[in-house]
């Protein structure tokens, strides 16, 4: 089914504006009692009542396996709005905020627990006069989710889309799946229960204004466009850097590593908006059949090419921030001949017309200098004439710098006449920083994500297909990994940008990575 375009209208200068229309509805989060709830969903709602974006009439409805009350559940919300939330707590806005939070404690595997969630939702719908629309947000381990959604059918709590009166959405965190196969069993058993236009799955990093910006920049502006290919530009780098180490996530990590974690959903998302054709319009599903052409079109990495194209290193000892740190194979929980990749750098081709021979360089790593997550665009090099005439000194590139963190905003580095009698030239950078140019400041990604499955725009969520596709990709990876792969991976010390083998793959052709 095609997903239906969020409400819009057009002003007398050709400007779209998204008219936002939420209707009364109740959340339900699986996992209530976690992290993800307390520092991002429950602020992020929190924000969206400040903003007078959230429904008049509402209620949230936590589940978890912690024996909680509602108070309980409240002072936790209290808490993670007091310490995460990017506007401050406002004692008459809390006072409703905190009168519509509720918690109902059980087992997610067992039967009895879905009478109960159907009971108290049912008295909580009663109270607030709301009418059965429902979100139901999956913050809990992949194996969870069959279960969950099963639960949920089986005590009728789960409406079809062809009751269009009222609505049933489910939001599905990452991971999904491990692998491809592990995706596709996921994806059926979520596919199951709900139609695939009320299945949303979530990645956070697409709802960063930078991202967004992408196709605002791409598209809005006459300026790019013709100039967006294989024509002018030399390659493209990705970066995605965080400075922290494992800390006390061994129990998923040891099972994921970078390459499952940060590049078969948020550097693909990205490379996706980067590399597509323009929509011919914003209807969710037309865009995401853009950035879905964008996966089928990645060269697949297979057998021994993971030898040219791709890099896996562990972090060892060394200082981040002046604080020394353990090397991963020494961190609590990992087992010491561990060959899980703490950073992953590839090159990847998209066999398409536009891009046709581009390489897109990426990278992303544990325990590096800084955190950071950068889209860099090196156009190709002027003629060796005029004021590049010097091979031994040659003129620096034009590069296009869109930053995702943490200061959001784009950069366009040109070259300038140095102000003088002489024709010398120097390389000059035109800044744009959202905080600088707007007042208002930028909303968390969680808000806008929330605040989309309320509307039903799904533009900024995968789709199934999107998903196996790009397991589909990263499964080769991993087939050739298993395969070709060393007992010891190459090592970086902590606190730097990586290990010299990925500034060789780089290198190879030419390149070096961009300081960031």
Not at 327 to 346: H, I, M
Not at 460 to 488: P, Q, Y
């Amino acid at each position: 089914m095609s997903s239906t375009s969020p409400p819009s209208t057009t002003t007398t200068s050709g400007t779209t504006i998204r008219t936002v229309v939420t209707h009364p509805c109740t959340i339900v989060i699986f996992g209530a009692s976690g992290d993800l709830t307390r520092r991002k969903l429950l602020p992020a709602l929190y924000n969206l009542l400040l903003d007078g974006l959230l429904p008049e009439n509402f209620a949230v409805l936590g589940l978890g396996r912690k024996d909680l009350s509602d108070e309980d559940f409240r002072a936790i919300a209290r808490d993670g709005i007091e310490q995460f939330s990017r506007q401050t707590l406002q004692s008459d806005k809390w006072e409703n905020f905190h009168n519509r939070l509720f918690y109902c404690a059980g087992d997610i595997k067992a039967s009895e627990y879905y009478d109960n969630i159907r009971d108290r939702l049912s008295s909580i719908e009663t109270q607030f006069k709301l009418h059965g629309n429902r979100m139901f947000y999956l913050a809990i381990p992949p194996s969870s989710f069959a279960p969950a959604c099963e639960g949920l059918h089986q005590v009728g709590l789960v409406s079809h889309v062809d009751e269009s009166k009222i609505y049933s959405r489910v939001i599905v965190e990452k991971p999904i799946g491990h692998d491809l196969a592990s995706a596709q069993t996921i994806n059926t058993a979520i596919g199951n229960v709900f139609d695939e236009s009320q299945i949303y799955r979530i990645d956070h990093y697409l709802g960063k204004e930078t991202v967004q910006n992408i196709m605002v920049m791409r598209f809005a502006n006459s300026i790019f466009e013709p100039i967006w290919n294989h024509k002018y530009i030399d390659h493209v780098q990705l970066t995605v850097s965080e400075a922290v180490t494992l800390g006390s996530r061994a129990a998923y990590y040891e099972g994921a590593g970078a390459l499952r974690d940060m590049v078969q959903n948020h550097i693909l998302q990205l490379l996706c908006l980067i590399a597509m054709e323009p929509p011919y319009s914003l209807d969710p599903d037309v865009v995401r059949n853009a950035r879905m052409d964008v996966l089928r079109g990645l060269r697949p990495i297979r057998e021994k090419e993971v030898e040219e194209m791709t890099v896996r290193a562990q972090y060892a000892h060394g200082m981040i921030n002046g604080e020394e740190v353990p090397g991963y194979r020494r961190e609590e929980g990992v087992q010491p001949d561990s060959t899980t990749e703490t950073y992953v750098a590839l090159k990847i081709f998209v066999e398409n017309w536009r891009w046709a021979g581009v390489p897109f360089y990426v990278r992303t790593g544990k325990a590096m200098t800084k955190r950071a997550s950068e889209i860099a665009v090196q156009f190709k090099d002027i003629p060796q004439i005029l004021f590049n005439a010097n091979p031994d000194i040659p003129q620096a590139p034009n590069v296009l710098k869109l930053r995702i963190q943490p200061e959001e905003g784009l950069s366009l580095r040109i070259i300038s006449k140095v102000p003088g009698s002489k024709a010398n030239t120097h390389p000059v950078e035109m800044d744009f920083q959202y905080g600088d140019a707007f007042d208002a400041p930028s909303p968390e990604a969680y808000e806008r994500l929330l605040l989309d499955v309320m509307t039903g725009d799904t533009s900024l969520f995968m789709r199934r297909d999107a998903v196996e596709a790009s397991w589909s990709w990263v499964t080769d990876i991993l087939e050739g990994w298993a395969t070709h792969g060393s007992k010891w991976l190459p090592e970086y010390q902590a606190g730097t940008w990586g290990p010299v083998e990925a500034d060789r793959l780089i290198q190879t052709d030419g390149h070096h990575w961009r300081e960031v």
